[in-house]
């Protein structure tokens, strides 16, 4: 079975600080694909990263950072220096082979305040 | 940039009532999918589709549902008899395969009164 767990239900921070959230995988499949997606109050869900299972790189995209550890089935989402425009909801999903089955966590609200 | 456009953005309906979502995917893209988004739950997958049938679905997409690529562009789900239960946002996606990224379009409100 899979299983994505997002533990933390909301994270509140003030402008410019960082914000991690986590993300911690169960599948015994050996080859997955690990998602990010924003959630913005407009409601449409957009695509930030996909990574597949044997990719343990981490990732940099300008202020959005991952950290894939498969030791601990761990993907980690790093926001830095945070902006009123990251308020969004925030979930990670997982994938195997399955059609595009994507297994969702039930996400991490942010609320970024000026 | 190419994106996936659904209609309506709202829709009420009484229970029983028969609902189509209509979704238009992007052009090039061959898998289609329907998740849904119950007020203040996570996001479950419903069904996908490629080739113009069912690659997969979910235990929630029982008998009432349906799926139909009418003509080439349009991906369509039916609800045939819609329940109290069924309120929710109902998100159309497409992929170019099937473990790419999924664009998911702004979604369709489905209220069942």
């Known amino acids: 079975a899979q299983k994505v767990t997002q533990a933390q239900t909301e994270i509140s921070v003030v402008e410019k600080e960082d914000v991690t959230l986590d993300c911690v995988y169960e599948?015994?499949?050996?080859?997955?694909?690990l998602f990010w997606y924003k959630q913005p109050p407009s409601g449409e869900l957009v695509f930030l990263i996909r990574?597949?299972?044997?990719?343990?790189q981490n990732e940099i995209s300008g202020r959005y950072s991952w950290n894939f550890q498969k030791s601990t089935s761990s993907f980690n989402f790093t926001i830095t220096a945070s902006q009123v425009v990251d308020s969004a909801v925030y979930f990670c999903a997982l994938t195997t082979d399955s059609w595009g089955k994507l297994q969702f966590g039930a996400g991490t609200q942010v609320v970024v305040t000026p | 940039e190419p994106e996936v456009t659904q209609t309506p953005s709202h829709q009420v309906t009484q229970m029983g009532q028969e609902v189509i979502l209509r979704c238009v995917p992007i052009?090039?893209?061959?898998?289609f999918y329907w998740y849904r988004q119950i007020l203040g739950q996570k996001v479950e997958f419903l069904v996908s589709?490629?080739?113009?049938?069912?690659?997969?679905k979910s235990e929630i997409f029982d008998d009432q549902f349906s799926v139909e690529r009418p003509d080439g562009s349009n991906f369509t789900l039916k609800i045939r008899s819609t329940k109290l239960e069924d309120s929710a946002m109902y998100f159309c996606?497409?992929?170019?395969?099937?473990?790419?990224?999924?664009?998911f379009g702004e979604g369709s409100r489905l209220t069942v009164l």
């Open positions: 599948t015994r499949d050996t080859t997955y694909y």
């Open positions: 996606a497409s992929s170019l395969d099937f473990t790419g990224e999924l664009f």
């Open positions: 990574r597949n299972s044997f990719d343990e």
């Open positions: 589709f490629y080739n113009n049938e069912i690659s997969e």
């Open positions: 052009s090039n893209h061959l898998y």
